[in-house]
T-cell receptor, first 119, second 111 residues
Framework: GAVVSQHPSRVICKSGTSVKIECRSLDFQATTMFWYRQFPKQSLMLMATSNEGSKATYEQGVEKDKFLINHASLTLSTLTVTSAHPEDSSFYIC???????????????FGPGTRLLVL | GESVGLHLPTLSVQEGDNSIINCAYSNSASDYFIWYKQESGKGPQFIIDIRSNMDKRQGQRVTVLLNKTVKHLSLQIAATQPGDSAVYFCAELGGSYIPTFGRGTSLIVHP
């Protein structure tokens, strides 16, 4: 099956610093990538939808200036948490929607997640 | 038995038993549903899906039932194994194909 990778898998940073998380589709092109956040023992909450070459669409309540998303190619999206604070500590998961010859598919593949701890 | 924890309901079963995990979805316009398995510290894995024109779909050891009248999904796992221990999420999708995840159920399988 299709593989989505995330880097780093875990990161610890000091409060006030910025952290960049990469999401790559390894063996397919992704029309759209999605970023989710998951707090312990809770469900995945969609943060934003990222289309290659265009601005991301953020969900209500998600600060676009704090969570910068860049989708530079059909295989790479990055999420930068700017001026991170302890309350940003969470599990960040990306997913990628497969691009097919017939257009966008509903099939999504999830990355393994990135654990962010802000001290 | 099943219990509701602070955030995630939990289902505890013995190895070899059948497990039934339930999910209520919210949007009657949703026409595609997916069950995901999430092991600790990992991303969700696709298990099985079902479209709204079906009420049952079977996979290997898993069956999904859909009741559109009451907006209810269930995932049945036959002969549950310790490796099935994980959190299970249902997700509903509409025309945008962006999944909205349900609350999740923690399945604990005792050997």
């Amino acid at each position: 099956g299709a593989v989505v990778s995330q880097h780093p898998s875990r990161v610890i940073c000091k409060s006030g610093t910025s952290v960049k998380i990469e999401c790559r589709s390894l063996d397919f092109q992704a029309t759209t990538m999605f970023w989710y956040r998951q707090f312990p023992k809770q469900s995945l909450m969609l943060m934003a939808t990222s289309n290659e070459g265009s601005k991301a669409t953020y969900e209500q309540g998600v600060e676009k200036d704090k969570f910068l998303i860049n989708h530079a190619s059909l295989t790479l999206s990055t999420l930068t948490v700017t001026s991170a604070h302890p309350e940003d500590s969470s599990f960040y998961i990306c997913s990628a929607r497969v691009r097919t010859s017939g257009g966008a598919s509903e099939t999504q593949y999830f990355g393994p997640g990135t654990r962010l701890l802000v001290l | 038995g099943e219990s509701v924890g602070l955030h995630l309901p939990t289902l505890s079963v013995q190895e070899g038993d059948n497990s039934i995990i339930n999910c209520a979805y919210s949007n009657s316009a949703s026409d595609y549903f997916i069950w995901y398995k999430q092991e600790s510290g990992k991303g969700p894995q696709f298990i099985i899906d079902i479209r709204s024109n079906m009420d049952k779909r079977q996979g290997q050891r898993v069956t999904v039932l859909l009741n559109k009248t009451v907006k209810h999904l269930s995932l049945q796992i036959a002969a549950t194994q310790p490796g099935d221990s994980a959190v299970y999420f249902c997700a509903e999708l509409g025309g945008s194909y962006i999944p909205t995840f349900g609350r999740g159920t923690s399945l604990i399988v005792h050997p």
